[in-house]
């Protein structure tokens, strides 16, 4: 199965926090268009596109297009910048960073995100402390009037990170959750047959509270749904092997905790049993904190089976996120299986 994986850098290096999706969104509105028989946007900003089927059943696909970052939220007298922070990035890989600024009109500009504190050789041992995300600053190497007179209270700020492959692996910032949105295009692009109706949905502002796939869920009524995410792969030093959750290059996960849904056991065996069947390596997957859009989908109306299929990928939240293209891969042809025969199937917690 080829995969077009400069359509992925294309997603990862687009800028897009949470209520700044549009740039993310155009790519993925050119992607959708010739897969799906209706595209539209919803008054979130979801794109929503629709592959229609024979069986009287809706599968909800949901891949968030925003990524973790930050906007302006002071620029003091010399010009620099304070940040508000939208989604959860840990303050300790920040420091030193490269950003950019993406102001309301014209060209982003580049900036030093750096620690509001005296240089190392200047410190003593009693004010050296783990920087604090109050405690950085932009500094774009302007004077303070051009600053001003370029950038406004609630620019978007991004870190400046490239998209690179490195032997069977990709790395780039916001692969959480582009990845998924990938995953998305191209099980489309390489389904042929299939009954049921397909609700594609590339989401917003899921870094801060799934809140598009909320409202796409309610107003969709899907009868399944599918949520696209990463997941943690703490195969690397410093994490107990109780605490891994995934490993890299072994395989699509599979949800069956996380503290956004319980997924739905009877959708949980109907995806093993496709992977199975295929030969499709997979890892079961239980993630102690954090959640993804099919907490949302899971919780619309009256309630709606759902589980997530996720991406296993070590440095989550920082501005190397790192994943295994055979992953990748996997993760698209058990959509594509299950997507073909989804119609075949009940998802009814009991049989009596």
Known sequence: MELDWQLLERLCEAPGVPGHEERVAAIVHSALQPLVDELRSDAMGNLIGIRRGRADRRIMLAAH?????????????????????????????LVAQRVS?????GEPLLGALQLATKPIHLLTS???????????????????????????????????????????TVLSKALDDR?????????????????VEI??????????????????????????????DVTIAGDVPGIDADDRVTRLGEGVAIKVFDTSHLPSRPL????????????IRYQLELLPRGGTDAGAVQRTRAGVPAVTLSIPTRYVHTVNEMAHVADIAGAVELLVRYLAEAHERSYQPYSW
């Open 65 to 93: 297009m925003d990524e973790i970052g930050f906007l302006v939220r002071y620029i003091d007298d010399q010009g620099f910048l304070r940040l508000q922070p939208v989604g959860g990035f840990d303050p300790r890989v």
């Open 101 to 105: 600024v993406w102001p309301r009109q």
């Open 126 to 168: 009693e004010e050296r402390k783990a920087p604090a995300l109050e405690d950085l600053y932009v500094d774009l190497g302007l004077p303070p009037d051009d600053v001003r007179a370029r950038i406004e209270l609630g620019d978007m700020v991004t870190l400046a990170r490239d998209f690179v492959r490195l032997g069977p």
């Open 179 to 195: 990845v998924g949105v990938f995953v998305m295009l191209e099980a489309l692009r390489h389904l042929e047959q299939h009954e």
């Open 199 to 228: 609700l594609a949905v590339a989401t917003v502002q899921e870094e801060v509270g799934l809140r598009g796939a909320q409202t796409a869920a309610f107003g969709l009524e899907p009868d399944v749904g599918i949520a696209l």
């Open 268 to 279: 949980v065996e109907h995806l093993r049993e496709i992977a199975e069947r295929h030969g």
